[in-house]
């Protein structure tokens, strides 16, 4: 028997995020009652993150679940959102928590008409899919949108996975994706190149070459972008 406060929680998507983020909902007293999982790789993700959790249908999964979270590609959710409202798969009383920095709680209304609770929940970072991400999630914000009554909610869900919340509105979700795309995507892009380049002269560990160095021109961008003034005066 669950404690007051905890929460049946479902995880629709095995990539990179769902099965972080429902580790760190466990690690918090709630109960995983599923995945969904496709791919073998997807499959073999689950069951080292979340090992003893099943792999359901979404029908099944959602069927089970007090707090269902959706971790899914941005370009796949408001599809899945509707079909699933379409086949009458939502269950009325229901929250339901997405993870796309992109999109608030609009995306879910055709779930809501069902009578679900919609909250949208984006942590700030860029997931492996591995237990690092767990650590990596207690220095993270996490923005937090949803209806006014349900905030609250939100924020403590946010609390839980080891966030700090930080409330956007829902017409600020696009610029609050468009600053973590113009952060990550240079980023992973530069790095991809420079360890190319280090590997055709031999180097055999680049990692360990640009581990170091990448943070430390973060910590010094994050320096400098406090004090804009003083760009290009130290070196």
């Known amino acids: 028997m669950r404690a007051a406060g ?25 109960a995983l009652v599923g995945i ?21 249908t979404i029908p099944d999964l ?65 997931f492996t899919g591995t237990s690092v991400d767990l650590v990596r999630l207690r220095e993270a914000r996490c923005a937090v949108t949803a209806p006014a009554p349900v905030l609250p909610i939100g924020q403590a869900l946010a609390v839980e996975m080891g966030c700090e919340p930080v409330v956007v509105a829902e017409e600020d979700r696009p610029a609050w994706a468009a600053a973590l795309d113009e952060a990550t995507g240079p980023l992973e892009r530069a790095m991809q190149a420079a360890a190319a380049g280090l590997s055709s002269l031999g180097v055999e560990d680049p990692d360990a070459v640009l581990g170091p160095v990448a943070r430390s021109a973060l910590e010094r961008a994050l320096l400098r972008a406090r004090r804009p003034g003083r760009v290009g005066r130290d070196r």
């Open 36 to 56: 969904t999982a496709v791919s073998q790789g997807s499959r073999d993700r689950a069951d080292a993150m979340l090992p003893g959790v099943p792999v359901l």
């Open 6 to 30: 905890r929460l049946g929680v479902g995880v629709i998507g095995a990539g990179r995020v769902g099965p972080v983020l429902g580790a760190a909902l466990a690690g918090a007293g709630h």
């Open 62 to 126: 959602v069927e089970r679940s007090e707090l269902v979270l959706v971790a899914v590609p941005d370009a796949e959710l408001p599809a899945l959102v509707e079909g699933l409202a379409d086949a009458g798969v939502w269950v009325a009383g229901q929250l339901l928590v997405h993870t796309s920095p992109r999109f608030g709680t609009g995306v879910l209304l055709p779930a809501v008409r069902r009578g679900a609770i919609p909250v949208a929940l984006s942590p700030a970072m860029a």
